[in-house]
């Protein structure tokens, strides 16, 4: 217990105290890499146990148009899932002053849903299989170098399940239930460090605001605040120690429907006595109420898992009303001389290669004095490469459920994703 205190305080206090530490905001580096042209493709099979398999194929252009990258992704036929979408980022309004990222996205997937709480079991679980698209657009104000930015984001989308799947991948229910939403998000980020992408210098504070309107009278609104605070120090030979606090909190701002008899009604999945699977229709239904219910009690913070925090568990892991992190990273800079690359599938100009060590901790809870029990852990390495502008990174995690695989694009640990 007396190293995690110690180890949490120093994540927490030597940010700070580096910030304090600099005589000056580090000048910004200049790289050849954030103006130049980059291109990737790639076919990544997608498959679910019990449920197929699809074809997705993910290509991305950096820097297509001044700083603008445009993503895409579509889904190859036959496949038993569809995944469509197009992004761009960063597409200058008049001045690069103001700039602007959207996109839309449609898919029909299952995804996995846990019980809430740090404490869920990770082989209990339901997989509904849905259908849903969604619309996004923010604006994205900066300042002095990029140092100081405004962002304001909307996103509307609706989703309909199909049906209810167990982990085995049987058939539980066909009940089809439709929702929307339509959600902001606005916030501040205070780079103080030397360089946007690729910090090595420096501090970075950000907090993101997130009013979230459940699409009906139903379900509740809620508030989710996010708050992160980052230190880059500068380490042997152009090495960099990264240590990142992260808290996210949610408020509800209107309450839903909080009773369970009347939860039930509107969710019942038509579960019938004598079928098969009954009994795991009736558990399956269950899980669905409680989370629908915990979510109009306490919203949903940010979830923890994923390639973004606690990498070693898979994304959505673990919810609840209240979340919180602290990693430290080790990125042990390997190469950082310009190179342009033509690999087919993957080209541009390659001005670092990294390999990386990690250590994470996290939680979540429905109330925050709980925030500080039965803390998660993760760790392990990863190797990344900087082409054109963006980071693509490759990690390996370990934790208490196994390991866990990340291929990306951006670095971890970050308020805004490039990718989010």
Partial sequence: MYFLKKMLFVIVALPLFTSVALSQIPERRTS?????????AAPTPIMIEGLGQAFPV????????????????????????KIRGIFFTQLPLLTNHLQLTGGSFYNKASFILYDRGIDSKADEYIQPLSEGSA?????????????????????KGRNKTLQIY???????????????????????????????VDPRKGVRIGQRI??????????????????????????????TLVLNAFTSTSKITRPGVTDEVTARGILNQ???????????????????????????RYGTATQMGGPNRLRSYPLGR??????????IEYRMNLNSEAKEINWYLLGGVR??????????????????????????????????????????????????????????IDYPMELKPVTE
């Avoid at 993910?58 to 899932?81: H, K, Q, R, W």
């Avoid at 991948?169 to 929307?180: A, C, K, R």
Wanted: hydrophobic share 35%.
């Fill in 318 to 327: 673990f919810t609840a009303g209240n979340s919180s992190s602290f990693g």
């Fill in 210 to 239: 997130r009013p979230v309107h459940g699409g009906s009278e139903i379900q509740s609104d809620y508030e989710v605040t996010d708050n992160s605070v980052s230190g880059y120090i500068p380490m042997f030979n152009g090495d």
């Fill in 135 to 155: 619309e996004f657009s923010e604006l994205n104000l900066y300042f002095y170098e990029e140092r100081m930015r405004f962002f304001y984001q909307q996103i």
């Fill in 270 to 296: 038509g579960c019938v006595e004598g079928t098969p699977y009954y009994g795991e229709c009736i558990a399956a239904e269950d899980k669905i109420v409680n989370d629908f219910l915990a979510n109009n």
């Fill in 58 to 81: 993910f290509g991305m252009l950096s820097n297509a148009y001044e700083s603008t990258d445009i993503m895409m992704v579509d889904t190859l036929p036959g496949g038993d899932f």
């Fill in 166 to 196: 167990d982990k085995e991948g049987n058939l539980l229910s066909s009940e089809q239930t439709t929702s929307s939403f339509d959600a902001v998000a606005y916030g501040l980020l205070v780079d103080l460090t030397d360089d946007v």
């Fill in 351 to 408: 001005t670092l290669l990294q390999a990386a060590f990690f250590y994470e901790m996290g939680t979540v809870a429905e109330h925050r004095s709980d925030l500080t029990s039965n803390l998660k852990s993760s760790y392990g390495a990863g190797v990344r490469a900087l082409i054109s502008g963006l980071v693509y990174r490759l990690d390996l995690a370990y934790g208490d459920e196994g390991p866990g695989v990340t291929m990306f």
């Fill in 32 to 40: 050849k890499s954030s103006t130049e042209f980059g291109w990737f």
